[in-house]
């Protein structure tokens, strides 16, 4: 892939994206990607020093967090949400992984209408580490219905303000194709994935044989969190990921 993030010493390199997260990331030869999960949600600070404390603790530097799954209160603003990014990147500058204006941590964040955090906080996180021998493993930042480009997100989003059963599949297709094309950047493939998830609040079982399943990204089943993307406006949001070892902790 040309144009990769290669933090230094992460053990990983990342597809470009923007400033608040990169498409998608894959681990280097004789490395692999480590997801871990918290048990509850952990506010954002202490999510961050938590997951230092992990790394370092095995001989990991700051540098291999490759991907960041997060919960918010509830929809931002774009002005709302830029202002949580640049309180995000503070501190992947402060590690060091920000290579300049480039991210190459993957991410997805979500906001459950139902029992929200007070604050921005960790659901998972993903690290690189040392695997001789690994199967390739990657991860795809989380994907809305919104085509690229300047803008506000209202003259972006694919089907704005529709929820009927067409306005969702035609969000599901965009996000669908998306979610491909940042595998594609990253070596990656449904075929591939281990886990795939799905974020909405409105119906999606009218689309999900056809759309999903049929296209194999459902191979290892269908992970769907009752949680809205984080702009207001958007409706449907997906990741998908291939790792070989997974962890819960308190």
Known sequence: MSNEILPPAGGYAAAPGWLKYSRGV???PEHAIVRVRFQGLI?????????????????????SLCACELRSPAQFTEEGFDAFNRRYIETLCAWGVMQGDANPVARTNVCPPIAPPKEPSFHAFCYAAPAPGATPSFVAAGAGETTEGAGPYSERVIAYGDTSAIGMRRKAECVASEIEHRMALIGGSWQAATGVQVYAVHEIHNFVADLLVARGAAAHGLTWHFARPPIVGLEYEMDARAVNEERVIP
């Open 26 to 28: 894959r681990a280097l």
């Open 43 to 63: 506010p954002l600070d202490v999510g961050f020093s938590r997951i230092a404390t992990w790394l370092r603790g095995r001989g990991r530097p700051l540098t």
